[in-house]
C-alpha cells in the first residue's frame, strides 16, 4: 500500500482488524447511491430514474473493481 494517508490506514486495520480501503471502496459509493435515491424521493421526477440507474450501475462496478483489485493484491 503506497498512499499518503499509509499510517491512519495501517492504525484503523490495526484498532478494527479492517482494511481500510474497504470502508473506502464501500463506503463512498454507499453514500453517494443513497444520497441519488433520496433526491430521487423528494424530486419524484421520472426523468431522474435513469441517470439514476446509470449512477448505479457505475458505482457498482466501481466496488466490484476495487475487490476484485483488493483480493488480487500480492501484499496481503
Known sequence: MTSPYRAI???FANATGSDM???????VPF?????????????????LLAPLFAMLFVLGAIVIRGIVRMLDDPSE
Open 31 to 47: 453514500a453517494v447511491a443513497t444520497a441519488l435515491i433520496i433526491a430521487f424521493a423528494l424530486v419524484g421526477d421520472m426523468w
Open 9 to 11: 490506514d495501517e492504525s
Open 21 to 27: 480501503r474497504l470502508v473506502y471502496g464501500l463506503g
